[in-house]
């Protein structure tokens, strides 16, 4: 595999840093066995646990104001990879990378598909869009898609979902996801029932085409693009169409598509009692649909919804597979390193969820004790785990401070010198 970062820079970085990290993982190692737990273990397990970067993501995003690049933009989906390798090679939690159609099109599939493969990354999710115009496109998306009054609207983006299966299925993907702005702006403008009906009609379009090993999943949004109403509002809609369609259609969680004060972990948790909770889109808001970096802003929610994943793994949940996925829009910072700094988040929320004394918080739970119970789950939350994260990296073949590696390796100046600024290349908010 081609390296996109100097495995000199790697080591040498890692020199400076691995005898103090072997001692921090012995002390943390000694801590932990007096709690029960072997570290070793909970290392091999954070390891094993990937997250899909979203191909849009190593663009910088914007909002609906405005849009500052930065240096050396991926222009097509073979720069987006490049980066994506840059990230899993120095953090060694991205294996896979999610594709947006139509933005990461291609003439070629074999080649994209061996590009990958040669960078060590495999695909995840297709995602369409049906949320925007593009330029050949034959009818507007302004009042709808899938849910459009008019059924030859509604033909094309059944059509357009069906070619991105078309494409996954050439690049070994094994999910749809379905996401889409559809809604109003204004009360009375549109039926909610024959909305919902319409959608649901198109979606079962798309269902019938879906491969047997393949997995649909559809994602709910409170609001924007629309603002008085969504067709597919929030997860008791989104529970119903998977419902509908059938065993091979899942609900996806985005965490900021979610009321400020929506209970997410509790959502989670009756997803996974029902055998519907498909995966993730891992990112932090404060306000609305922010698509902050995940757990930059409120990491505890992101460890409780863990700790329901790892109470359902634990407990062999019937149906229990979620996909796991990056979905963030980085504005401010360098997108590379935002989606290593996430990654790492993700997994190290998982670490400590692996922590919970399950047994003991069963029993306060029986007992209703209330604070010894919080007090369970917030011990693991407030175990440091990141010796436990950069020998995970580090055994993989990654950097113990991936920032300070990829700073020192100057891959954002040489791209930067590389790659002629664009303006469009389809960054944004999913
Ligand atoms: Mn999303």
Redesign the pocket.
């Known amino acids: 595999m081609p390296a996109m970062i100097e495995r000199d820079v790697i080591d040498k970085d890692n020199a400076g840093r691995r005898a103090a990290l072997a001692a921090d993982y012995d002390a943390l190692g000694e801590h932990l066995s007096r709690r029960g737990i072997d570290i070793d273990a909970v290392k091999a397990d954070v390891a094993a646990y990937g997250v899909a970067v979203p191909s849009w993501g190593v663009g910088t995003g914007g909002t609906r104001f405005a849009r500052f690049p930065g240096p050396g933009e991926p222009r097509h989906i073979f720069d987006k990879l490049d980066d994506c390798a840059v990230i899993h090679e120095l953090a060694r939690a991205t294996p896979r990378v999610s594709l947006h159609i139509p933005w990461d099109k291609v003439g070629d599939l074999s080649e994209l598909k061996e590009r990958a493969g040669a960078l060590g990354l495999g695909f995840d999710a297709m995602n369409s869009n049906t949320f925007q115009d593009q330029a050949d496109q034959r009818l507007s998306y302004k009042f709808g898609s899938l849910s459009h009054t008019d059924p030859v609207t509604r033909q094309q983006a059944i059509e357009h979902n069906l070619e991105c299966i078309a494409i996954g299925r050439a690049l070994g993907s094994k999910a749809l996801?379905v996401?889409i702005g559809d809604g109003s702006n204004f009360p009375g403008q549109s039926h909610f029932t024959r909305a919902f009906e319409r959608y649901l009609d198109s979606m079962k379009a798309i269902y019938a085409a879906l491969p047997d090993d393949w997995r649909l999943f559809s994602?709910h949004?409170i609001f924007e693009p629309a603002f008085y109403s969504t067709v597919v509002q929030d997860w008791g809609t989104n529970y119903l169409i998977a419902q509908e369609l059938g065993d091979k259609a899942f609900c996806?969680v985005?965490l900021?598509?979610h009321a400020p004060t929506v209970n997410i972990e509790m959502i989670v948790a009756r997803l996974i009692q029902f055998g519907k909770l498909g995966g993730f889109?891992f990112?932090d808001s404060k306000y609305g649909d922010d698509d902050l970096d995940a757990g930059s802003i409120d990491p505890y929610r992101l460890f409780l919804v863990f700790n329901e994943l790892v109470d359902a793994r634990e407990r062999r949940a019937a149906g229990f597979d979620p996909a796991y996925m990056l979905?963030q829009s980085h504005n401010v910072t360098d997108p590379i390193e935002s989606l290593m700094i996430s990654a790492s988040e993700v997994r190290r929320a998982y670490a400590q969820a692996l922590l919970v004394d399950r047994a003991a918080l069963s029993a306060y739970q029986e007992d209703n004790d209330a604070l010894m119970a919080s007090q369970t789950v917030k011990r693991a939350y407030l175990t440091d785990v990141e010796p436990i994260l950069a020998m995970a990296r580090l055994g993989a073949g990654g950097a113990i401070d991936p920032i300070a590696c990829y700073r020192a390796s100057g891959y954002r100046q040489r791209v930067g010198n590389e790659r002629p600024a664009i303006h469009a290349a389809g960054g944004g908010i999913?």
Request: net charge negative; aromatic share 8%; proline share 0%.
């Open positions: 996801t996401w994602e949004k996806l985005d900021g598509h889109h990112n979905d999913v």
